[in-house]
């Protein structure tokens, strides 16, 4: 169970049945004591009051004056009953009719409550007590139908739990409700995380409860401290490609000079030295460059960005015509850096228009996903080429300008940004060669599946 929405929820909705379930059986119990209690009081008052009414003739034998039995103790299956026994003498109630209780026999002089069954299965309520008198012992047993009790007790418990059922949905909405404030911060805190890594923010925002201070300062130290190493890497490799340029470029004089006019095997291992050196520090410096996912320092956008590098790229070929179609609906910013998108773009686009005859064409569609596709009518690769485009330093064609990584880049941005890079024929031409991008959109995927 990851959710702490659900642990509070599943803790709080125990937590409160517990206390409803307590609530019932003491309630019930606290009452049944209670009732019970004064039936008992009533009970021990008509004892007594038989006991008063009591008298023994001159052969000792126990008498009972009828006019201190009350009226409902004559009626048959009244409910009250009472036995009197004294010696070899029993009395019972009128409203016993034929019926006898059956009671244990009396072991001291205490008062005893007991439950027994009255004459027609109904629960009773017994108050056993044992007198002297006039020196001789009776044991007056008085005894309550409990049917209405139970009833009563019955009707309680299903008030109550109505009652309890219908708390217990409101406490519940309650808690939800509690819940749903109390998690918020979480939720913005969320939202805001997407915003950052999307490129919408800089950083999060300070105002969180005081639990999630110390969570929002680390994030905002990482993300400060990411885009300052970023930053400064990409300085650092501008102010290497600067110091290294003077350098090569004297190499490259001094192998023009006249003294080696006669020495081609030097100027050509010169020439091929300089060449890597400048091939490697062009990758390193490239690839470096990178940001790769995480929060772009700036997006990438369709709208404005793209344009320019195709306005770039047809001042550069322009016997080439470049059309584009973009399907982008709402989504004018891609949350991609932009200088890595722009890299990414430039090195196909270019690689398209060096070997076109005539005409390259970009499509950008996004869904789930952005997919970019490049296609040229140029010559066309056959199947045992293509698998070595992405391939450093790789060039089908030595006769074209370049060092031959612009497609490694390429392969490098995308696997840094999960996505996939092919290399098709075209079909929109009879050759030429199709590229297709797919880079998924991470805030997509980042938020499925939570909660």
Known sequence: ???????????????ISAVFILLWLAGSHSIRLLVVEQMSTRLMHDSEGLLAHLTFDTAGQILLDPSGIDSIYQRPFSGHYYIIHSGTVRLRSRSLWDSDLALPSEQSLQT??????GPQQQPLLVLQT?????????TIAVAEDLTMLEQQISRFHYWFGLVALAVLALLVLLQVFIVRVGLSPLYRARQQITELEAGKRNALDYDVPTELQPLVHEINKLVSRITQRLQRSRNALGDLAHALKKPLTVLAQLN???CLHNCNDIRKQMEYQTSDIQRSIDHVLKR???????PPISQFSLQHDLPALLDTLARMYPQKEIASSLAVDDHERVPFDREDMMELLGNIIDNACKWARHKVLLDVDISDSVHIRVQDDGPGIDE???RQLTARGTRL???????????AIAEDIVRQYSGSLSFTSTRQFDNGLCVD???????DSDNSGTE
């Not at 991008?437 to 805030?443: A, D, N, T, Y």
Request: charge should be positive.
């Open 1 to 15: 169970m990851k959710s702490i929405k659900l642990r509070l929820g599943i803790g709080i909705l125990l937590s």
């Open 112 to 117: 005893r409550q007991l439950h027994v069954q």
């Open 130 to 138: 044992i007198y002297l008198k006039q020196g001789n012992t009776i």
């Open 256 to 258: 023009q000079d006249e």
């Open 288 to 294: 470096a460059r990178l940001a790769g996912e995480g």
């Open 384 to 386: 045992h080429n293509l």
């Open 397 to 407: 064609d030595e006769k074209t300008s370049g060092h031959g990584l612009g497609l």
């Open 437 to 443: 991008i797919h880079l998924p959109l991470r805030h």
